[in-house]
């Protein structure tokens, strides 16, 4: 499938992904593992993440990210825990929980609400 231009960002199927990871944002770039691009709770957990990207900017999307990273590996989290401590990957998983839940009932498009 490749590079696809879907409104104001691009879907990468295939394209690099961290270890362990599925699909990362980063700013306008879905770049989404080629096993997982069909699933459709991923992509609006990362349509969440391009809500948070378009409104922080990058400098304070990167600085809220990574400090809360931080701060969980500060306070002993391990790495998959420090994660799923992150502010911002909690709210795109609500996100995507919400949108999903949308869909099923019919009574949304299914896409993740606004960030606020």
């Known amino acids: 499938m490749g590079l696809e231009r879907r409104g104001d960002h691009w879907v990468w199927v295939g394209g690099p992904v961290p270890p362990g990871s599925d699909a990362i944002t980063v700013w306008r770039v879905i770049s989404v593992r080629r096993r997982s691009a069909a699933n459709a709770h991923l992509m609006r ?11 922080l900017g990058v400098a304070r999307f990167l600085t809220e990210y990574l400090g809360a990273y931080v701060r969980g590996r500060l306070h002993g989290y391990g790495h998959k825990a420090a994660y799923r401590l992150i502010p911002l990957e909690v709210e795109a998983e609500q996100a995507a929980v919400d949108a999903t839940h949308a869909a099923e009932r019919g009574t949304g498009d299914g896409a993740p609400p606004a960030v606020t």
């Not at 957990?45 to 409104?55: F, I, T, V, Y």
């Open 45 to 55: 957990h990362e349509e969440a993440h391009l809500a948070q990207w378009r409104e």
